[in-house]
């Protein structure tokens, strides 16, 4: 059964960075779609950003773009989101999503994934 750990989450001001990453021990994570996902409290979850299997595409939701980076590291089997310029609104439980069988925009646009890590929380206040 994959398991996915995240880490990296904290408190950071408004404009200060922060790197999450998403690990599987015993598991190659380039045979799968990850993907980031939030959710704030009393909203949805949301997709943030995703990577495909195979071709790496990526896909980043419109409130995002330029600020975060999605990335795979395959020598440690670890995908990473570098997010810069954070904003109070980017507060939320970040999660680790793994999936063999969807894209990365599939992943992100309707929030769905076979495999979830426990979450990682990220505070963006001053």
């Known amino acids: 059964q994959l398991q996915l750990v995240e880490s990296g989450g904290g408190l950071v001001q408004p404009g200060g960075l922060l790197r999450l990453s998403c690990a599987a021990p015993g598991f190659t994570l380039d045979d799968y779609t990850i993907g980031w996902l939030r959710q704030a409290p009393g909203k949805e979850r949301e997709g943030v950003s995703c990577i495909s299997r195979g071709d790496g595409s990526t896909y980043y939701t419109d409130s995002v773009k330029v600020r975060f980076t999605i990335s795979r590291d395959n020598a440690k089997n670890t995908v990473y989101l570098q997010m810069n310029s954070l904003k109070p609104e980017d507060t939320a439980v970040y999660y680790c999503?793994?999936?063999?069988?969807?894209?990365?925009?599939?992943?992100?646009?309707?929030?769905?994934?076979?495999?979830w890590g426990q979450g990682t929380q990220v505070t963006v206040s001053s």
């Open positions: 999503a793994a999936d063999r069988d969807i894209t990365g925009r599939a992943m992100c646009v309707i929030p769905h994934s076979d495999y």
